[in-house]
Each structure stands twice: as C-alpha cells, then as structure tokens.
C-alpha cells in the first residue's frame, strides 16, 4: 500500500466524522461559511427602485428603506431568470442572487431597463458571510460591533436558524475571525446542503433554473405579491393563480435506509414506466434518520402516494414538515 493510499483512505474516514462536527455544531451551537456562491449587484441611477418594480415578483417599492425583499426576475413567459434579495439602501438598490444566476440576470436587467434611470454597477464591493445555528444572533451581535453589516434572514433555512451578513467585503475576514473566536465552527457546503434539504428549501441551480415558474417551487407565499403594480410575467402568474395550476410542484420523497439517488433520478408508480417525477436534490438526513430528496413531482400523486427512485421504494410528502 503507498503512502498516498493510505493518506487518502484517512481521508475518507475523517469526511464523516468532520460533517457530522459541523452538523452537531449547527443544531446545537453555531457555524460560519463564507457564502461565495452568492453574489451583490448595486444599481443605480435616476429611479432603480422604479425600474426594478417593473422586474421583481414581490413588492420593492412597498418595502421600508434597510428591509430585505426577497423575489424573482421572471421572463414573459413566467420562467425564472434569477431569485434575488433585494435592499435599498443609500438611493441604490442592492441585488444579492446567486452566482451561477448573474449573467443572466446583468442580461435581462440590460434588456428591461433604461441606463437613463437605472444601471448595474460592475462592482458592488459587498459580500455575504452565513451564521447558522441557534446561537447565531447572538454571536453575530458582538461580531458587528464596528462594522457596518447587514443580518439578513437566511435565504435556504428557516428564519430562526441563523443570519447572512451583507459585508463590505474587505471586512469579511475580520467579522468571520471574530465569530469563530467566539465559538462559532467552520461548516462546508456539503452540511449546508443537508440543512438546507431537510428544511425543503429550494435552491438555484437545483431546483431553481431558468425553466422553473416559482409557483412549482412553492415560493408563493415568500416572493410574490398579489396586490402590487405590473412585472413582467405577472400575466402568467395571476392566470396559474386564479384560473389554472402547475403540472408539477416541489415535494419531498422518503426514501429510507439507502444511498442517496443523484440529481435526475426519474420517480416512476410502482408497476408503472413513465415517469411522475424527478429528483432535484438529495441526502442522508440525521434529522429524519434516513434518506431524504426534494423532487418535482406531477399534481396528479398525491402526498403519501409510493413511488419507485431508481428501483428503491419511497413515499411523496409535503415539504417543509416530511409529513411529520
């Protein structure tokens, strides 16, 4: 056996041990990540905030100065092009979306507004850093003592489950330092992932992309407003809403004690070949003891219905509770 054989099987035995660390640590106390998959816009100019009703699901303009909006950009035809928190602050507006979403989003707010009143900043100079756990607002009091940051509630957890700071990005380091000085531990995508899974949060990238109506995703109630102005794909939204439904929608599946299936996966009834469904994401979850997957499934399965995942047995249930 060579020595990096046997470096690598330590490895894999310390992977576990290290995300169940982690997993402890954000039940029970508090961790931190920097959220570089995420990403701030900052747009400016005569009226943003004007030009950015016309765009968003939810209503920006109704919303206070400092208060977080969280919505969707959507095309005509109600797909989505990006999900964004949005914030006014200082006569700008702040665009906080993920990475993978940005280049779409710079494309469609190009297409859609006039850079006589609203244009997008190359640079915002701004970053996110997440505390998660339920000692993390207390942690993130002390450690934004000096800096001007703002909490925002976290984006794939519950409210009560942590905080994402809104940062000058040179001051993202210091404010992390401090709170792993104060007890707070270092915690990888992959356990996020996991939390972020059993809470039944959709993600972009997963269950967010440019082919999702936010309705299929169960975003209603978070990201949009039936009483503000027009935006764009409103139309398509107000039809499903009161004159139609989605084909699909975002459940959980309960699979057991088995590995967890990939993204795709295709569900499928027992003795039947076409496919009801497919999965989005999926884990082990401590939580619940056993295998978990978020999945799109079609409104004609109803929730406690079997279902096939790749051979494996599981049953549909609503997200977020699993049922319970």
Same mark, same amino acid.
């Given at each position: ?47 943003p ?49 993920a ?9 469609? !707010?190009?297409?859609?507004?006039? @850079? +006589?009143? =609203?244009?997008?900043? &190359? ?6 850093l $997440?505390? #998660? ?33 809104l ?19 270092p915690v ?8 972020r ?10 269950? !967010?992309?440019?082919?999702?109506? @936010? +309705?299929? =995703?169960?975003?209603? &109630? ?5 009483s503000? $102005?027009? #935006? ?7 039809r ?8 699909r ?6 699979l ?69």
């Amino acid at each position: 056996m060579t020595e990096g054989s046997t470096t690598d099987m330590a490895a894999d035995v310390a992977a576990p041990r290290e995300r169940a660390a982690e997993y402890e640590a954000a039940r029970s106390g508090a961790v931190v990540a920097a959220r570089d998959d995420r990403v701030v816009l900052r747009v400016t100019g005569r009226d943003p905030v004007r030009m950015l009703q016309g765009l968003i699901t939810n209503d920006l303009a109704g919303a206070p100065e400092g208060m977080a909006v969280y919505g969707a950009f959507l095309t005509p035809k109600g797909r989505m092009v990006a999900e964004a928190r949005l914030l006014r602050r200082e006569g700008a507006v702040l665009v906080e979306t993920a990475a993978a979403a940005e280049s779409g989003l710079r494309q469609h !707010l190009k297409k859609y507004v006039p @850079p +006589l009143f =609203a244009r997008v900043e &190359e640079q915002s100079g701004l970053a996110l850093l $997440g505390v #998660y756990g339920p000692r993390a607002a207390t942690l993130v009091a002390g450690a934004l003592a000096d800096v001007d940051g703002v909490p925002l509630e976290p984006l794939e957890l519950p409210e009560d489950e942590g905080r994402e700071l809104l940062l000058p990005a040179t001051s993202l380091e210091t404010v992390r330092q401090r709170l792993l000085a104060a007890g707070a531990r270092p915690v990888s995508s992959a356990t996020l992932d996991v939390l972020r899974i059993e809470a039944g949060r959709p993600r972009w990238g997963a269950e !967010l992309d440019e082919t999702t109506i @936010p +309705l299929e =995703a169960g975003l209603q &109630e978070r990201a949009i407003s039936t009483s503000k $102005g027009c #935006y764009t794909g409103q139309e398509v939204i107000i039809r499903i809403l009161h004159r139609g439904h989605v084909n699909r929608s975002l459940r959980g599946v309960l699979l057991g004690d088995v590995v967890a299936p990939a993204a795709g996966a295709v569900l499928t009834l027992p003795g039947q070949e076409k496919a009801v469904g497919a999965v989005t994401s999926a884990c082990i979850s401590p939580a619940l003891g056993q295998t978990i997957a978020l999945a799109y499934v079609r409104r004609e399965v109803l929730s406690g219905a079997s279902v096939l995942v790749g051979g494996v047995e599981g049953r549909v249930v609503e997200v977020p509770g699993w049922g319970r």
